[in-house]
């Protein structure tokens, strides 16, 4: 199946565990792992950010997701809570598409599965919202560079750092990127990420955050989490990243430090 959106063709790919993700013509990569893109966001961002944990102990959570996709996210967060917390859940993500994320709403394995669960749908040219039972949905249309910075309405517990790779989504990924993710979330925030290149753990670091190596889904060695709380086991890691602080990817250098 393809589709075209503003940014061009997207093309619907079947991963190993039988689920879909979508290829990116604008950004020639696709959105998920094809080792399977339902367990890997399951692994890197459910269980990565610990999602379960902070809808046991508060009463709100609030995640950033960072590139909404086919949806997954969604999907997994639903597939895992729905119907078993009362925590008030406010999902939060960015799409860079508008024409992708509204084709993504109709047509995705996540449409499928909960558009008729859909209560107040609301498309606008920058925003779109919806809400399922307790779980409220807001998509920030747009560069996230851009959208992001006006939406402080909310302190983020959990952030699924799901963007394209550094090479093809750059500006996602540098120390100015990661400071506005730090001022807008919570004390006890944990952020998740597939990458695991030391210059994205420099990044992290120079933006305040505490940096921790986890194993990698599929294929991949490591991934990284952050926080701006201490975890065990982090002063070795983090010496480690301080070694390699020059490396941080910067607004202003980035297009040299990622040459090939």
Known sequence: MEFKGKLGNYQIVETNDGTFTVHSEFFNENC????????????????????ERFLAENNIVNILEIGFGVAVGAECLLDKFLGKTQTVVNFVTTEI????????????P????????????????????????NFNFIILV????????????LKFHCVFQDAFSPKKNPTLWTVEWFKLIYELSDPSVILSTYSSHMSIR??????????????????????????????KK????????????????????????LKD
């Open 32 to 51: 998920h792992s094809t080792a399977g893109a339902y367990e890997e966001t399951i692994y890197n961002y459910i269980e990565g950010c610990e999602v």
């Open 97 to 108: 598409d508008r024409d992708f994320a509204v084709w993504a709403l109709e047509h995705s």
């Open 110 to 133: 996540f449409a499928k599965k909960y558009r008729e669960k859909f209560e107040d749908l609301t498309i606008q040219k920058d925003c779109i919202t919806f809400k399922i039972s």
């Open 142 to 153: 747009g560069d996230a560079r851009e959208t992001l910075p006006t939406f402080r309405n």
């Open 202 to 231: 420099a990044s992290l670091l120079c933006a305040g955050f505490l940096v921790e190596t986890r194993k990698g889904f599929g294929m991949k060695r490591t991934c990284t989490r952050a926080s701006r709380q201490e975890y």
């Open 234 to 257: 982090l002063t070795a890691v983090m010496e480690e990243i301080k070694k390699h602080a020059h490396q941080a990817l910067t607004d202003s250098n980035y297009q040299e430090m």
